[in-house]
């Protein structure tokens, strides 16, 4: 034994109050005796339990545990406090009943503070898991917060430091201490008035602690009565009022006050007036009738026995787009399984329904979703029907019901999502990644932007193993369409009108090589009424939205040039379509058009920095172009091989069949 254990005085103390705990304390005792730094005394205070928690305690004969009783349960504040008081150590490790600590954690963080003196506390990263010890996930703000500054600024919105994972200087925590009027959020409001008062606070950037979320525990509690919101507010109210009553008027204040009326205002609008005025418009503008009668068809179909499906997807829109007609390709490839297919989002028409029920069993649900009581009962009806089915599996895309379904879908059911780009919410990614088998994504810019995420979110070589890349398939020629060229070389722009699209940009070109009479004509093809005024150069072609395959397939035969002007993409289909008749590309450096598009061999890139520059550029290759049929002739061959080769549906539905089938 060390002899600071046999002078009584203990480099940590670590500091856990209980009551009934019984469950999960064995495990988490375990973990702290476990430690690869052993000079420490284990503080458990039994706050008043009456299940067999002293019991648990008793059954350890190590010396280093150290139990008070408390005959009446006080309370976690007032518990926490007298063990601050109690302690003999220089630095306090918090430990709840319910969690794990790593067996290295008491050793790197006294070694960080020993180390770095300026430092008052230092916490660690922590990995969610349940009530079987599984890991079901990280905590957002937790990841993204690795050093002080980063935790300076994110304290005044919201707690970003699990609580059990801290270790403190006894100093700053007697100073300190817990307020009782800060229940529920004690630990966010210690560190409030440790930053306010220019305290560091730094964070290990490695999982120390294994943090279990379960329906008895203190934070699930809490949410539940209060509702996470209310908390943020009234936690921020009273470190307010109190720093107020002390004059304590700072820079971390101020951030506080801001981010306080800022919550303030996003509950007032979320969730008084604005869901009052929802509740009534879904009551009033959404037909009752229809939404009875989707959900009776669902529920009639769901409940019948004779229905049985072992795949399941979900969409989100109907209505023509890119990402759309992959879906239903995918959908297509997988229909002697007979999928059934639910639509989730309010889609603008429903012009690819049908190529969806031509292959599946199809549930356009929006409405039903969203409409009072029905949206529940349906969601109840979903679940259970896929929890029922003889190894099931389900994939999603695009539809945020479906992130919100998996963690009511049972654990034997196998989980997949497309990306399409990686540009989803942290806490999306964050608290659903443990569940999917496999991530799908359509390019290589896209799985790496997602592999980068994980990386600096200290997250495992577990998750991203389960990436796969499938390139999408568009419909190859049997043949190569051979152009017939005109004097003016028709240049298109097929695609939506939203802001990332910048369809602007094409106009701009149009009217650039119409004063500069560059050869050329110009057709934009699809909805734009967000975005431009179509009809007002009279020299630019608007089609509107094509959802007749055919007479998109006569725009291609006809057509030279594409331009793609996007912010943004993963790899557009109107590319691949395009090459694949023969059409040349000239398209800004976004997604993974850079690994296709070869300057003078496949298309051409753009990498301007801006609008206007974007438009000079493509004008110039435009006009090299209309100069030079010849290398137009010659790229446009060397499309339609590269599509051959690489964009067929063959290799597509294999793929999916390999997944899912």
Known sequence: ?????????????????????????????????????????????????????????NSFHDPRIRLVNHENNLGLIATLNEGIHLSKGNFIARMD??????????????????????????????VQINEDGEETGYWADDMQTNDFL?????????????????????????????????????????????????????????????YRIHELSATSIINTAIGSQKKIIRVKRKFLQSECSHFKVNGF????????????????????????????????????????????????????????????????????????????????????????????????NKAFLNLFKATATVFNIPETLNYPWFGKKSRTL????????????????????????????AKNVWCADLLHDFGQPANIVLSTMHRFDKR?????????????????????????????????????????????RKDKLKVIYVGRGSSEKRVHIVVDIACKCHNKNI?????????????????????????????DRKVLQKIYDEADILLITSEREGFPISIMEAMANGVVPISTCVGDVPLHIKNNE??????????????????????TLTENHSLLDNISRNDYEYAKNNFGSEEFCKAYRNLLG
Request: one cysteine or more.
């Open 1 to 57: 034994m060390d002899k600071n254990i046999e002078n009584n005085c203990p480099r940590i103390t670590v500091l856990m109050p209980v009551y009934n705990g019984e469950k999960y304390l064995f495990e988490a005792i375990e973990s702290i005796l476990g430690q690869t730094f052993s000079y420490f005394e284990f503080l458990i205070i039994n706050d008043g339990s009456t299940d067999h928690t002293v019991n648990i305690i």
């Open 97 to 126: 009943a319910d969690d794990i600590s790593i067996p290295v954690r008491l050793q790197k963080q006294m070694d960080f503070l020993n180390q770095n003196p300026a430092v008052a506390m230092v916490a660690s990263h922590i």
């Open 150 to 210: 980063n935790i300076y600024t994110t304290l005044a919105k919201t707690n970003c430091i699990a609580h059990p994972s801290v270790m403190i200087r006894k100093s700053i925590a007697e100073k300190y201490l817990y307020k009782t009027s800060q229940k529920g959020s004690e630990d966010w409001d210690l560190w409030m008035r440790m930053a306010a008062d220019g305290l560091r606070i730094e964070k290990i950037n490695e999982v120390l602690l294994k």
């Open 253 to 348: 204040f101020f951030r506080v006050l801001y981010s306080f009326l800022r919550s303030e205002a996003r509950y007032i609008k979320i969730h008084s007036l604005p869901d009052f005025l929802r509740f009534w418009k879904r009551i009033f503008t959404t037909n009752p009738f229809k939404v009875a009668s989707g959900y009776i068809s669902l529920k009639n179909y769901l409940n019948d026995p004779g229905h049985i499906h072992s795949l399941f997807f979900f969409f989100s829109y109907t209505h023509v787009g890119g990402a759309e007609k992959v879906h239903a390709d995918i959908v297509k490839c997988l229909a002697d399984k007979q999928p059934l297919v639910f639509f989730t989002g309010f889609s603008k």
């Open 382 to 409: 979903i679940i259970n029907f896929i929890n029922h089915q003889k190894d099931p599996k389900i994939f999603g895309c695009n539809s945020i019901f479906y992130y919100q379904l998996l963690p009511f879908i």
């Open 440 to 484: 799908i994504f359509i390019g290589q810019n896209a799985m790496n932007k997602a592999q980068k995420f994980y990386f600096e979110n200290n997250i495992g070589n577990f998750y991203s193993e389960k990436f796969l890349l499938i390139r999408n398939c568009v419909d190859i020629p049997a043949t190569y369409p051979g152009k017939i």
């Open 519 to 547: 050869k050329s004509e110009f057709q934009i093809v699809g909805n734009m009424r967000d975005s431009i005024s179509p009809g007002k150069f009279s020299f630019i072609n608007y089609t509107g939205e094509v959802n």
């Open 602 to 623: 496949t298309g051409f890139i753009s990498n301007a920095e801006n609008d206007s520059a974007i438009a000079d550029e493509m004008v110039k290759y435009i006009q």
